[in-house]
């Protein structure tokens, strides 16, 4: 065998692995919003959303699928609260926070937890740049869905929001967001 053909059959190999992660990946987060019916496809939704400002931020293709494969799971610790709690009518800020913990002992990306940054408590450049990335798009799909307590925002009033809370719960990221859906939205007309 050559050394370009056995680099082809590696290259074909790693691929195909990537895809086998990617699809469980994804099959988990199909069961994270399983566990949570009135937020049917956010995870998928903050993922997608969170590729559009990887590739706004210039980083990599490697690096923009990981961030998509990390924000599949930014939930994960939905699974660990009782469904009373994750399905109760108005939000619940103390269920939020064990969601967030939970996450954090299965493995998954960092949270924010509203006014304190991070749940560990971290500030600015402590946070990952990837968590501030999935804060910005879970945020954006939070208020731009609807949910069970409440319709779903327009667009404007949810970038409203967003940049009221920039620079204390969210980054520079917001505009990118704006910038990226009035193109779309102007695309569409």
């Not at 082809?8 to 691929?15: A, F, N, V």
């Not at 990617?22 to 949570?36: G, N, P």
């Not at 969170?50 to 293709?61: C, Y």
């Not at 990837?130 to 409440?150: E, K, L």
Request: charged residues 30%; positive net charge.
């Amino acid at each position: 065998m050559t050394g370009g053909r056995r680099t082809r059959i590696l290259q074909k190999r790693t691929e195909e692995q990537n895809q086998f992660i990617r699809e469980v990946i994804e099959a988990f987060a199909k069961v994270i919003d399983m566990k949570d019916p009135c937020t049917n496809g956010h995870s998928t939704r903050a993922a997608e959303y969170t590729v559009m400002l990887s590739r706004e931020h210039g980083l990599d293709e490697e690096t923009v699928e990981r961030y998509y494969r990390i924000a599949l799971l930014h939930d994960i610790g939905k699974v660990g609260i009782p469904p009373e709690v994750l399905n109760a009518r108005l939000p619940d800020p103390q269920g939020h926070q064990h969601h967030a913990g939970a996450g954090g002992r299965c493995g998954g990306p960092p949270r924010t937890s509203g006014r304190q940054g991070l749940s560990q408590g971290g500030k600015g450049d402590e946070i990952p740049r990837v968590a501030q990335i999935i804060a910005v798009a879970d945020t954006f799909d939070a208020m731009y869905s609807d949910r069970p307590y409440r319709k779903r925002m327009n667009f404007e009033k949810a970038v409203s929001i967003m940049k009221e809370v920039r620079g204390t719960q969210l980054t520079e990221d917001v505009d990118n967001i704006h910038r990226k859906q009035n193109a779309a939205s102007s695309a569409g007309s």
